[in-house]
């Protein structure tokens, strides 16, 4: 198989090729090899390829011989290395597979490598010192997100047509918006955190996957989802597998539109013309929307100082256990400026101050749930602003402390967290671009807890409506100027 035939194939096309014998796993393994090879030494997703050991039987599972990355964190795969873009877990080896990756196998998923993530995910531009910066293929002098920024490069280029991403602040729906592809952030308790943990971030993380097709996510969610023995609550299975209902006719939804960011951040000219040929999209499909102003019920500064004393105290207990496991210090040798400060305030947060953000969290869900009443999707831009330059997100880092940090997320990414705090289901669909740049612009599209299903029927007729999986950007595999 020719890299320029394998490219264009989403994941289920390749897996039906498989069963019907038109191609062999082997074949598809080795064409997904040649583009890695091809395009990552200029984007820098991958941190490591391995030989791949499953060799699942053609047909035997959904995805069976497709191959497919995993993100350096989140997932555990025996033997292979687990280093959480850290210099503190730098040589780590996961000694066995996480709850995920056996249902990753289960699918028929042939992982060959990892993806770059910012140290211990804790940024929403992928730009470790362990690694280096990954570079958005559309623009190699823009960032590529984060915190999945890696899996979004690696599947923008066409190295693989999915990838496992996560998902704590916006952290796979900011790449599929920078990098044109689809991510949709399932709802918490969807996907099974186990056997290691049964939260992460206090809940705010969940895990799933950014690809080219609606079909691919909602294939790979029917495969991933589900509770595992011991996890403390689940959520509700859904009435039937989401590969069918993107192919459903979703209705005429009542659609609420947000056009003004939470915290006052404005969206940038070219965002906001892109959310408005959304909405005419959308109405030219018979949807009702309307603009709406939704009240998270708390004030924005309390929001952010919650989640700050939430992600910190979570953050600086993943790094105690990390420094105690390799024996290694807690300092500037092994965790980069922002990191270590954000430990620091960590510390400094009280037992009485960390609970009180649970009840923050509680009062931005019910108040979200409310707006679910009255509406079916909530529609906002994914991000203001079009992918920054390399370097941005980072400039000035060594001044803040760890509130400052959550602070300036919340001000680049002001649409994607509330969604992560409340629980509910959230995607990013790269409906338009820029005119000017050609650069992607993801929509956002939000649904009450546990309908994902909801989001995928939209998801299906948009993407048949306005097709977007054609788009190729500057460098990908199937471009014979790359080679």
């Known amino acids: 198989m020719r890299v320029t035939e394998y490219v264009r194939f989403d994941a289920v096309g390749l897996a039906e090729l498989v069963a019907k014998g038109e191609v062999t796993p082997a074949e598809v393994q080795a064409a997904a090899r040649e583009a890695a090879r091809t395009v990552n030494p200029q984007i820098n997703a991958i941190v490591e390829t391995w030989p791949a050991d499953d060799e699942p039987k053609p047909g035997s599972a959904p995805l069976a011989g497709v191959p497919f990355l995993i993100k350096d964190l989140g997932v555990s795969m025996a033997g292979m290395r687990l280093e959480l873009g850290s210099r503190l877990a730098a040589g780590n080896v996961a000694a066995a597979d996480s709850a995920l990756m056996r249902r990753f196998r289960r699918a028929g998923l042939v992982t060959f490598g990892r993806t770059s993530t910012p140290e211990l995910a804790y940024s929403i531009a992928t730009e470790p010192a362990l690694y280096g910066a990954t570079r958005n293929p559309w623009d190699l002098e823009r960032s590529a997100g984060g915190s999945s920024g890696g899996a979004g490069a690696a599947v923008a280029a066409r190295v693989v047509p999915i990838a496992h991403a996560t998902d704590a602040a916006g952290s796979l729906r900011i790449p599929a918006a920078y990098n044109g592809l689809f991510g949709l952030k399932p709802t918490r308790g969807r996907v099974s955190m186990g056997p290691d943990a049964d939260e992460i971030f206090s809940g705010l993380a969940v895990q799933a996957s950014v690809s080219r097709t609606v079909r ?21 299975q859904p009435p039937r597998p989401y590969a069918e209902e993107v192919t459903r006719h979703p209705g005429s939804l009542r659609i609420g ?9 404005r969206t940038t000219a070219p965002v906001a013309d892109a959310l408005s040929r959304t909405v005419r999209l959308l109405e030219s499909l018979g949807h009702r929307v309307e603009e709406v102003k939704v009240d998270l019920g708390v004030d924005w500064e309390e929001f952010v100082l919650a989640n700050a004393r939430l992600m910190t105290v979570n953050l600086t207990a993943t790094i105690d256990g990390l420094a105690a496991a390799f024996g290694r210090p807690v300092d500037s040798s092994t965790l980069e400026p922002v990191t270590l400060a954000s430990y620091h305030y960590g510390q400094r947060v009280s037992g009485a101050q960390f609970v009180s953000a649970f009840a923050i969290r509680n009062r931005v869900a019910r108040s979200l749930a409310r707006y679910f009443d009255a509406y079916d999707i909530l529609l906002t831009p994914t991000l203001p602003e079009l992918p920054i330059p390399l370097g941005t997100y980072g400039e000035g880092a060594e001044a803040l402390d760890g509130l400052g940090w959550i602070d300036r997320l919340n001000d680049r990414s002001p649409f994607t967290m509330a969604f992560n705090v409340a629980g509910t289901p959230a995607m990013s669909v790269p409906l338009t671009a820029d005119t000017e740049t050609g650069l992607p612009i993801g929509m956002q599209f939000a649904a009450g807890y ?23 950007p500057t460098v990908w595999a199937g471009n014979r100027t790359n080679h």
Do not use: H, K, M, N
């Not at 691919?216 to 509700?236: K, Q």
């Not at 994902?452 to 993407?463: M, N, P, T, V, W």
């Open 216 to 236: 691919d996510s909602a294939a790979l969610l029917d495969e991933i989802s589900g509770p595992e023995a011991g996890d403390p609550y689940f959520a509700p």
């Open 257 to 265: 539109v947000l056009t003004r960011a939470w915290g006052g951040r």
């Open 450 to 472: 546990g309908l994902e299903g909801l989001l995928f029927r939209l998801a299906g007729q948009l993407e048949e409506a306005s097709p977007w999986s054609d788009r190729t």
